[in-house]
């Protein structure tokens, strides 16, 4: 059997153009992002301000400081973004906040919605 380079088909992609052999690559597959769900506070005239800093800062590692802004936005504007996050994250987010606001007797109210 005679293997020389003149009888290998020029549509083998094993082979370079020097007739060298090459190496076959695959491309992986692209994959998406998952969709993104922003949490936010909305404002209610009952729940205390420092009870909604205190769930900023345990539901969400948001600083005092950071906190108490947030907190005077949802106040002053009636809802804020307090974080964005993959579904199933932002789910479990606004069950916690909302078990936690349920368990102190407050009406804070956290929902969630696709960026």
């Known amino acids: 059997m005679n293997l020389s380079p003149h009888t290998l088909s020029d549509k083998d992609d094993r082979f370079d153009e020097d007739g060298g052999v090459g190496v076959a690559l695959k491309s992986k597959p692209q994959t998406k992002r998952p969709p993104l769900y922003k949490v936010m506070l909305l404002n209610d005239d009952y729940t205390p301000m420092e009870f ?62 696709k960026e």
């Open 52 to 113: 909604v800093v205190t769930v900023l800062e345990r539901f969400f590692a948001i600083g005092h400081s950071h906190a108490t802004e947030i907190m005077l936005t949802v106040h002053k504007k009636g809802l804020a973004v307090v974080g964005v996050f993959p579904f199933e994250i932002a789910e479990t987010k606004v069950m916690q906040v909302m078990d936690f606001a349920r368990r102190h007797q407050h009406p804070l109210q956290c929902t969630m919605e």
